[in-house]
């Protein structure tokens, strides 16, 4: 049981740079997309999709560059001292476009767009290529979306467009039917803990190599977003809410005062953290090995509440907690939102 679960990002918009190594589990996407340009087959359209904290950003902003490069390597990596490069790093490159929302939280309007289509009736002003990104392509609204189309059923001179999403399943299928399409796929687990491990060498040397699995078990495999736990500190605030999650599991806290607290705090993440504690209990009740639980570390006292509560009631908390992950998208009250989902957990303890 390994449902789709999505996370938060807490870095909104990153620098875009000529990058000049790729990130190690993405070298089999690299080598596809140095196939087109050797090829002389680039896409007008490439959609590149794959879960949060796979760097998709980082793939898309490199082959970007090499595409608007004027003498890339061998490798098909930009050279980083040509004037693009130059002017690429300094964010000035008229020929490189980014739409993204204008605010976080927000969508990809149809004025971005409009502004988009007539910025693309121009011609590139160098003699290489005009790349477009537009992440997360999922956040277009349904106008946004059609008038987009005409960017894809006339395209422009010397222009690649790249779409990247978590999400495509919310892009219609008129414009996924006229992209390319690349799938970055999560790592496994040991390749991802040896890349936070050197990452981090130098900032935190002492950072044990459990504490790094415990991140990437939070991080669902995704290695940027493992880094990010570990430089917040965001295993800290998940043992917390654990604490208090026992805590109302042995009746000695309210979940009215514990969700008066919560809904202080990103409610995607929370939502994830009760719902992966959920399916460990379940797969405590099957005897599942520990080192298969997205919650390793906290298997001893999951495998003690496993052992008395009813599965029936596990799975009716699995389907609200599902239920209130759609709802996360919508204009509602996250108080009450954890009120239900604690109180229904204090009615599964309190019965036994």
């Not at 609204?141 to 008038?147: D, I, K």
């Amino acid at each position: 049981m390994r449902p789709e679960l999505s996370y938060f990002s807490q870095a909104w918009h990153r620098k875009v740079t000529v990058p000049n190594r790729l990130l190690p589990w993405q070298q089999h996407q690299w080598e596809h997309l140095c196939s087109y340009i050797a090829q002389e087959r680039i896409p007008q359209a490439l959609l590149i999709t794959g879960n949060k904290g796979l760097g998709k950003q980082q793939l898309a902003n490199q082959f970007a560059v090499a595409l608007l490069c004027a003498t890339p390597q061998a490798n098909g990596m930009a050279c980083g001292v040509c004037s693009s490069c130059l002017l690429v790093n300094a964010e000035t490159h008229p020929d490189f476009i980014q739409v993204q929302p204008e605010e976080p939280g927000k969508g990809i309007g149809i004025g971005q767009i409009r502004s988009l289509i007539t910025r693309l009736t121009l011609k590139p002003q160098f003699e290489t290529y005009r790349v477009v990104i537009v992440n997360p392509a999922d956040k277009m609204n349904n106008a946004a979306a059609n008038a987009f189309l005409k960017c894809l059923e006339e395209p422009t001179e010397r222009t690649v467009i790249i779409l990247i999403t978590e999400k495509p399943a919310k892009l219609p299928a008129t414009i996924i039917s006229r992209c390319q399409k690349l799938a970055v796929v999560t790592p496994d687990k040991e390749t991802v803990v040896d890349w936070l491990a050197k990452t981090l060498q130098s900032k935190s040397p002492l950072l044990q190599r459990g504490d790094l699995l415990c991140n990437v078990s939070l991080a669902q495999g995704a290695p940027l977003l493992a880094l990010d736990y570990a430089n917040d500190e965001t295993l800290t605030l998940r043992n917390e809410c654990f604490n208090a999650w026992m805590a109302i599991a042995k009746q000695l806290k309210s979940p009215v005062i514990i969700a008066e607290d919560w809904h202080k705090l990103p409610a995607s993440p929370l939502i994830f953290w009760i719902t992966s504690w959920i399916i460990d209990l379940i797969k405590c009740s099957y005897h599942t090995k520990v080192e298969n639980l997205y919650n390793p570390d906290l298997s001893e006292p999951l495998q003690g509440l496993s052992q008395r509560l009813e599965l029936k009631g596990l799975y009716k908390l699995y389907d609200l907690l599902l239920a209130g992950r759609q709802r996360l998208d919508t204009q509602i009250n996250k108080q009450l939102l954890f009120e239900e989902i604690l109180i229904q957990w204090h009615e599964l303890n309190r019965s036994k």
